[in-house]
């Protein structure tokens, strides 16, 4: 029967793949049209039920004009209708903030989920491949609900049974490129369920002017910036030590100055001591009145002044043993933050073998030990490479400003970060856009977050050192 069949015929109607039986095709069934037109309509009638069920104040905004056009002419609906809309305008206009919160970022949202989200979702998903075609039939990730607020879009997705949050992970580009945004950030809300954040401006883009000295002295988390929210960026320096890694101009000197003007009235009251590691001779050296005798440069005093940081550590350690577990700075025990600019050139460029491998030491020892008793590192380095930098581990909260690979960013935040959107292989090289921009990742939160420290300036330092020798 099958030679009698003309040309291919046969092998549309078989499977021709050697290793599996052989497989007869169905007959095309031909459906009448009423029944094809049947099933659209009663697929768009479930389509308006789902649509009101989720969206119930759409039908509503449009229901009740025309009902009242209907019912009672259109003087009165408008005559009805008009007030309302006054009243939204003059909301709007007298308490932006409440407005924005209860009606404008829900319209906002409501009109990118119709214009742009829905309508791009399956062109993107398919292209993008996260879509699948199984047996002829097609499943798409449900797009479950849109947020929107001053800064970004944030998508709740419903992933397709069997999806990893890698599969997405590895398509923001497309998925940023598909919905016109500039980037694509993925994070986890519960199992199968994933948030895509979509920003649509970018508060970081200019850089930050040094931020106001606080007027009462604080030891809690220290205003650096902002967070590419537009929300202030607090770093929290007490009861954790903090590691910045960029490269070469990637900005790490402003996060330091910012972290010592934001403690600098502490320091004047005594609740804190700053003290500075600067074997490189740029960055501290500034303001290295502001340290007193807690300054070193020369890699043996830098030694010197970790053991002595090691021992109060340990004195500390041992009054305290059985008493507390967390320290609050008080005059006689005020938290110590030892800073180090460019710790490279302590553990790793050190040609002193015996300095280096009691520099490290001491380093392992105040990050490992350090925390509990009031004693911090905030260090710096350019090269986040093991060989490098072997303790970097031991620093539970990691900044990642403008590296030169990509691998560098799992290296300095931790695995899977680079995945989850800390790009910081691409931030800018130029200054103006780029330096100062970073990415957190904080112990307490996997999600690294995109931030920009405020720049400290020479003037800025100057006018710090100044204030001091004059409170003094
Ligand atoms: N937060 C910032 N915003 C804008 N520009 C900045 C910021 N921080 C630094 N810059 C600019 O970038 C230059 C380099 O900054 P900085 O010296 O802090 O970099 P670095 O990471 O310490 O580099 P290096 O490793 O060479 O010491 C500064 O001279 C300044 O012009
Ligand atoms: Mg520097």
């Known amino acids: 029967m099958l030679k009698k069949m003309p040309g291919d015929e046969p092998h549309r109607i078989i499977s021709t793949t050697p290793d599996t039986a052989v497989v007869f095709k169905p007959a095309v069934v031909q459906t009448p049209a009423i029944i094809t037109l049947v099933i659209f309509a009663a697929r768009f009638v479930t389509g308006l039920f789902r649509f009101a069920w989720r969206h119930p104040v759409v039908p509503v905004v449009v229901a009740v004009p025309v009902m009242l056009h209907v019912l009672y002419g259109w003087r009165v609906a408008l005559l009805l209708v ?11 206009f007298l308490d932006r903030p409440t407005f924005a919160h209860w009606v404008g970022w829900r319209l906002l949202a409501f009109a990118r989920w119709f214009w742009i989200y829905r309508r791009h979702w399956q062109p993107v998903m398919t292209v993008s491949r996260l879509a699948r075609h199984i047996r002829g039939r097609e499943y798409l990730p449900r797009l479950v609900k849109v947020i929107s607020d ?14 990893a949050v890698k599969d997405w992970a590895d398509r923001t580009d497309n998925l940023s490129h598909g919905f016109g945004a500039r980037t694509c950030r993925v ?35 220290v205003e650096i910036g902002k967070q590419e929210d537009g929300t202030p960026w607090f770093l929290r320096l007490l009861g954790t030590h903090v590691l910045v890694a960029g490269a070469t101009g990637a900005g790490k000197g402003s996060i330091i100055w910012s972290a010592i003007r934001g403690l600098l009235p502490a320091v004047r009251a005594g609740l804190v001591e700053i ?12 303001g290295r009145e502001l340290f ?3 300054y070193a440069a020369d890699p043996g005093d830098c030694a010197d002044l970790l053991d002595e940081a090691v021992s109060v550590m340990q004195k500390r350690a041992a009054r ?12 006689d025990d005020p ?12 553990t790793a460029y050190q040609h002193d073998r015996q300095l280096r491998q009691r520099i490290s030491a001491a380093l392992a020892t105040l990050t490992t030990q350090g925390r509990a008793v009031g004693v911090g590192v905030l260090a710096a380095l350019q090269d986040p490479r093991k060989e490098v930098m072997n303790i970097r581990n031991l620093f539970p909260d990691k900044i990642a400003l403008r590296l030169d690979e990509s691998e560098q960013v799992d290296m300095v935040l931790g695995d ?22 970073g990415y957190v990742r904080l112990e307490t939160t996997p999600d690294p977050v995109r931030v920009r420290a405020a720049y400290v300036s020479d003037a800025d330092i100057r006018a710090m050192v100044a204030d001091c020798e004059e409170a003094r």
């Open 275 to 286: 003290w500075a590691l600067d074997p490189k001779l740029m960055e501290l050296s500034f």
């Open 320 to 331: 305290f043993a059985g008493l507390q577990r967390s320290h609050t700075p008080t005059l």
């Open 150 to 163: 001053a800064w970004a879009d944030r998508i709740t997705v419903k992933m397709l049974d069997g999806q």
């Open 416 to 437: 899977g970060a680079r995945d989850r959107g800390a790009l910081a292989d691409q931030i800018s090289p130029l200054p103006a856009p780029g330096a100062g921009v």
């Open 292 to 294: 007193g005798a807690r």
């Open 187 to 221: 994070s986890i809300v519960s199992s199968g369920r994933l948030v895509l954040t979509f920003p649509r401006r970018d508060p970081l883009e200019t850089p930050i002017p040094a931020l106001p000295i606080p007027d009462t002295p604080g030891v809690g988390p």
């Open 335 to 346: 938290f110590l933050l030892v800073v180090v600019d460019e710790v490279a050139f302590l």
């Open 82 to 92: 008009t007030p309302v809309l006054v009243g939204l305008v003059t909301w709007g």
